[in-house]
């Protein structure tokens, strides 16, 4: 029994190992290698029971999935609801987003709102007869890519941004109404069977407000991402994933990138009749009440408290200011964090990842990694950024790292 153990023991850390090693392989050049090695040396198995907490969004995979579900529902003009209910569905009650939205012609967003009734109302989705043409698809495409937009825009703003959370999280399920749940599963489903490798988006075009492009690839998982979860599993972490996509698309991204991640430990942004166990009636009625707990900056540590119950996380991952909270409190707690995208990095963020890795320990709690957003995988260094690296190092100096975009590119992305 003893030598049964002992060989059972050899197979689960040669197992541990080999994940491992296959991650730190493929960083390989990456300048992440060093920050890496620091972290799995901080963990091991036997330690109590750890965590790892991660967004989703431009974090394990390369955006978000809510914009190219609706860009898929305008090409297929597949909607549930008819013209009668568009003002419920796309308006938001209680917000005036009335604004010159800089077009060709003076228009408002009520204008964007009685525009798309219009289409809605001259091909009715629920009819059985003939839909609109390509062209007319590409008029209406252009109207709801401006909505879209004007609505990120707007509820963007630093002055209304946090009082806007919970309804930043309900826009992509506002053309979902009335759809079954069962429905809006197969709908995700069939969408993410498209091919990732097929244009990132398409130009809509309507004379009167000119060209509006929509993201219609599906996000992506980055591979080195799935590969650490993998390492993080095998050392006996458990990876949670909160994100303020909302929870069923979140399950979608993972069943379909085959991410290690169980649903249970899935959480997103939830409307309060999801929370009560109310049926999907009323859980339309809060998408468009913008009823919903947001799993945003400080939503996202409410959560980490309840369903962490008071643990601690030793690692985090995120890509943009929502996940400032969760990165601090994990580095507060002398965990590992990791930033990830491919522009320009808010100063907070920069300033936070710079303050801690000045710590008495000799180790880098913080890095930031470039990635190559459009492939889907992290970016190697250059040799000359190889070279500086290792020149700091040597003179036990703190490299100042200046990467990464908003995470408003990554929700609403435009070409450049």
């Not at 707990?293 to 030793?314: F, N, V, W």
């Not at 929502?322 to 002398?334: A, P, R, T």
């Not at 490299?399 to 995470?407: A, D, G, M, Y």
Request: glycine share 6%; with cysteine.
């Amino acid at each position: 029994m003893a030598l049964k153990q002992l060989i059972f023991g050899l197979l689960a850390f040669v197992c541990n190992r080999g994940s491992e090693k296959s991650f730190m392989t493929k960083i390989k050049g990456t300048g992440s290698e060093e920050f890496f090695e620091a972290f799995f040396k901080e963990i091991s198995n036997d330690k109590p029971h750890t965590f790892a907490v991660f967004e989703m969004n431009a974090g394990l995979v390369n955006g978000t999935l809510e914009i190219p579900v609706a860009a898929w529902q305008v090409r297929e003009f597949y909607f549930a609801f008819g013209h009668e209910d568009v003002k419920k569905s796309v308006e938001l009650q209680g917000e005036d987003q009335d604004q010159d939205q800089g077009q060709k012609k003076s228009i408002t967003f009520d204008d964007i709102v009685s525009a798309i009734e219009s289409y809605f109302k001259q091909y009715n989705p629920k009819s059985t007869k003939e839909g609109p043409n390509r062209f007319k698809l590409n008029e209406l495409g252009a109207y709801i890519a401006l909505w879209m937009k004007e609505l990120y825009r707007f509820m963007e703003d630093d002055s209304r941004k946090r009082e806007c959370a919970h309804l930043l999280a309900t826009i992509g399920r506002r053309l979902l109404y009335k759809m079954t749940l069962k429905d809006q599963k197969e709908l995700l489903k069939s969408v993410l069977a498209k091919p990732f490798n097929g244009p990132m988006f398409h130009e809509y075009h309507h004379e009167l407000i000119g060209w509006h492009p929509m993201p219609i690839r599906c996000p992506a998982a980055y591979e080195e991402q799935k590969m650490l979860v993998a390492a993080l599993i095998d050392k006996g972490v458990t990876p949670y994933v909160i994100s303020k996509m909302p929870k069923l698309y979140l399950e979608a991204m993972i069943e379909h990138s085959k991410l290690k991640i169980e649903l249970q430990h899935t959480f997103g942004s939830i409307t309060e009749a999801e929370i009560h166990g109310k049926g999907e009636d009323d859980v339309m009625a809060d998408v468009l009440l913008g009823k919903v707990q947001a799993a945003d900056g400080e939503g996202k540590m409410k959560i980490i408290e309840a369903k962490l119950e008071g643990r601690t996380a030793d690692f985090a991952s995120g890509a943009s200011m929502s996940d400032f909270e969760m990165i601090n409190h994990v580095l507060k707690k002398g965990g590992f964090a990791l930033l990830q995208q491919d522009g320009t990095l808010e100063e907070e963020l920069i300033n936070l990842v710079e303050a801690t890795n000045k710590n008495d320990k000799n180790i880098k709690q913080a890095h930031i990694q470039k990635v190559n957003w459009k492939g889907a995988k992290w970016a190697l260094q250059k040799p000359e950024e190889g070279i500086k690296q290792w020149l700091k190092s040597a003179f036990f100096l703190q490299p100042r790292t200046n990467v990464l975009p908003h995470i408003y590119r990554a929700v609403f992305a435009i070409p450049t």
